[in-house]
């Protein structure tokens, strides 16, 4: 699996943005998708989750209820919906599949794309 993640830019606080994760491949539902994020001297930290089918999601308390993972099979592809977004938000966002259960930890996932960068700052 091949993965491309695009949508990141520079928003301001309080703003949106939607991150998308596009794979190649034809046994996209088979596989279940993270976002993760890395700050500047930061450790890649976990942020949302979804099941092959989207119908497990989990998410980092630090995001919960203001980002929402979802996903369309048939485009292969899979969401990142960001609201309020804060300047502590700011990080490059990655996403990653893997064909087992779901995970919060970067070990779970065998598959990455490049990152996309998300700035939250006035």
């Known amino acids: 699996v091949q993965l491309q993640a695009s949508g990141g830019g520079l928003v301001q606080p309080g703003g949106s943005l939607r991150l998308s994760c596009v794979a190649s491949?034809?046994?996209?539902?088979?596989?279940?998708v993270g976002w993760f994020r890395q700050a500047p001297g930061k450790e890649r930290e976990f942020v949302a989750t979804?099941?092959?089918?989207?119908?497990?999601?989990y998410y980092a308390d630090s995001v919960k209820g203001r980002f929402t993972i979802s996903r369309d099979n048939a485009k292969n592809t899979v969401y990142l919906q960001m609201n309020s977004l804060k300047p502590e938000d700011t990080a490059v966002y990655y996403c990653?599949?893997?064909?087992?259960?779901?995970?919060?930890?970067?070990?779970?996932?065998?598959?990455w794309g490049q990152g996309t960068l998300v700035t939250v700052s006035s």
């Open positions: 979804i099941s092959g089918i989207g119908a497990s999601t």
């Open positions: 491949g034809r046994t996209f539902s088979s596989y279940a």
């Open positions: 990653a599949a893997d064909n087992s259960l779901l995970s919060r930890r970067v070990s779970g996932y065998d598959y």
